[in-house]
């Protein structure tokens, strides 16, 4: 019986590690859009102006 709950858990951590190699391969082929200044317009109340 214990062989079996170290099959589970090897076949647990493979498939973690496959998935997550096939999450990456997908997200590194998406295009970002690049942000414009209206983005950042929020953190610009944030700048403290030097006197």
């Known amino acids: 019986m214990n062989i079996w709950i170290v099959v589970v858990i090897i076949t ?3 498939g973690l590690i496959i998935g ?4 990456l391969k997908q997200s590194a082929n998406q ?7 209206d983005n950042n317009k929020s953190y610009d109340r ?3 102006e030097d006197d």
Do not use: A, Q, W
């Open 46 to 48: 944030f700048e403290d």
């Open 31 to 37: 295009k970002l859009s690049k942000p414009s200044k």
């Open 20 to 23: 997550n190699i096939l999450l």
């Open 12 to 14: 647990l951590v493979l």
